[in-house]
């Protein structure tokens, strides 16, 4: 009898000392925010020249790296805070979540198989409406629904989780609006985006282990 109440406790104490899913993927969360600011400044700005000795084609494959990250930070690290949420909070995860899988296969398309223009043009474009409509727009409509949903609880850090992805559909959905007003609008959007992923990460990391509360 004592062996098995030993045995249990130890299965118990082994649980408890496991990281969470999401203290261990918000490490994710911030290095791919902070990946995500010198990648796409690069990739403004090498469309004539390269950059480091990398071309614009280049510097869009490493996009690859960042997109990923962010990946997993949401489909495991903010599942797991947000598991058996509200309806507005789950749907929206799904959306932002399918979203970054649009992304990243919009890259690989693009330009880890078409080369980008100068390579297939046909399937580069495919590739670029991939990774703007089935990426991109899609991927920001499902933060602004996460990020709604999650505002409208009353803990603090599910609060502060949403107003970090509410801003960053916000900034998705002004990049090509900024690109054309300024270079320099299009570079602190592109920015705010990735320090707002170090956001996520940082609230994650300070999130206990029971989750949002």
């Known amino acids: 009898m004592?062996?098995?109440r030993s045995a249990a406790r130890a299965?118990?104490?082994?649980?408890?000392?496991?990281?969470?899913?999401?203290?261990?993927?918000?490490?994710?969360?911030?290095?791919?925010?902070?990946?995500?600011?010198?990648?796409?400044?690069?990739?403004?700005?090498?469309?004539?020249?390269?950059?480091?000795g990398l071309t614009y084609v280049e510097w869009n494959r490493i996009e690859v790296v960042p997109?990923?990250?962010?990946?997993l930070a949401l489909a495991v690290g903010v599942r797991a805070l947000v598991a058996g949420g509200v309806r507005l909070v789950t749907t929206g995860l799904w959306v932002a979540t399918a979203g970054l899988i649009g992304m990243l296969l919009g890259v690989i398309v693009e330009f880890w198989i078409a080369g980008g223009l100068s390579g297939n043009r046909e399937l580069s474009i495919i590739g670029w409406g991939i990774?703007?409509?089935?990426?991109?727009?899609?991927?920001?409509?499902?933060?602004?629904?996460?990020g709604i949903g999650l505002l409208r609880q009353r803990a603090g850090m599910a609060r502060g989780l949403g107003a970090l992805a509410l801003v960053i559909g916000v900034l998705h959905a002004l990049w090509i609006p900024s690109g054309f007003i300024a270079?320099?609008?299009l570079l602190a959007d592109q920015a705010l985006i990735g320090l707002a992923w170090v956001g996520i990460g940082g609230v994650m990391l300070a999130t206990r282990p029971r989750g949002l509360d």
Do not use: K
Request: aromatic share 6%; charged share 10%; no cysteine.
């Open 11 to 52: 299965r118990s104490q082994a649980r408890d000392s496991r990281v969470p899913p999401h203290r261990w993927t918000a490490v994710a969360a911030i290095v791919g925010g902070l990946a995500w600011i010198p990648v796409r400044a690069a990739i403004s700005v090498t469309f004539s020249q390269p950059l480091l």
């Open 2 to 4: 004592s062996l098995t």
């Open 67 to 71: 997109i990923a990250l962010m990946l």
């Open 183 to 185: 270079d320099a609008l």
């Open 131 to 146: 990774y703007l409509l089935a990426g991109v727009a899609t991927h920001l409509v499902g933060m602004v629904l996460l």
